[in-house]
């Protein structure tokens, strides 16, 4: 199987917004699964940011949003923010019940 | 609130086994919809799925690593475990154990041990 496609990088300034991009396949992030996002600060556990495509776990801001169209899904962080540099994963289940991970974006700021 | 954590050797000699256990506390790992999973993550590298187990048994393991791989459940200590046979320097990585909640088309890892690093090594 193969990793969804993440950029390796993205930055931005304090206060603006930025989209990591997520590309699979019609097995994976296309099919009926959905996708999830996670945030990983050096030296932490990865965390989850986003599930469903779209939904927010609680205590999640709201300055982070999913989106889905086709094979790929995005994850959009508005406002940036210093605490929000961190790497960034995105995951999905397969249609052969195996899960896959993006390679990882890591975002800078600014 | 659930908590996981991993444990396991620290160094292994290449050719050996590496065994890993996760114990589960502030919920029962027989309960719901869960699958409780090992995903690894190499020096600097991204994140892979290794496998994953239910409480009946059923497991699922990622085809590149499925010949090595043993996962088992204990619902009575509350854990589960992986075996990795005939490691090699490559399987050297912080290893991380997490639940997974599904329900219909959903799928996502919602709590994570703090990892636990292994390396290989004579």
């Known amino acids: 199987q193969s990793a969804l496609t993440q950029p390796a990088s993205v930055s931005g300034s304090p206060g603006q917004s930025i989209t990591i991009s997520c590309t699979g396949t019609s097995s994976d992030v296309g099919g009926y699964n959905y996708v999830s996002w996670y945030q990983q600060h050096p030296g932490k556990a990865p965390k989850l940011m986003i599930y469903e495509d779209t939904h927010r776990p609680s205590g999640i801001s709201n300055r982070f949003s999913g989106s889905k169209s086709g094979n790929t899904a995005s994850l959009t962080i508005s406002g940036l923010q210093a605490e929000d540099e961190a790497d960034y994963y995105c995951?999905?289940?397969?249609?052969?019940?195996?899960?896959?991970f993006g390679g990882g974006t890591k975002l800078t700021v600014l | 609130q659930m908590q996981l954590q991993e444990s396991g050797p620290g160094l292994v000699k290449p050719s050996q086994t590496l065994p890993l256990t996760c114990s589960v506390s502030?919920?029962?790992?027989?309960?719901?919809?869960?699958?409780w999973s090992w995903i690894r993550q190499h020096p600097g590298k991204g994140l892979e799925w290794i496998a994953y187990i239910y409480h009946s048994g059923k497991a699922h393991y990622n085809p590149s690593l499925k010949s090595r791989i043993t996962i088992s459940i204990d619902t009575s200590k509350n854990q589960f475990s992986l075996k990795l046979s005939s490691v090699t320097a490559a399987d050297t990585a912080l290893y991380y154990c997490?639940?997974?909640?599904?329900?219909?088309?959903?799928?996502?890892?919602?709590?994570w041990g703090q990892g636990t690093v292994v390396t290989v090594s004579s």
């Open positions: 502030g919920g029962s790992i027989s309960s719901g919809a869960y699958y």
């Open positions: 997490a639940r997974a909640s599904s329900g219909g088309s959903s799928w996502f890892f919602d709590y």
């Open positions: 995951g999905s289940y397969t249609i052969t019940s195996t899960v896959v």
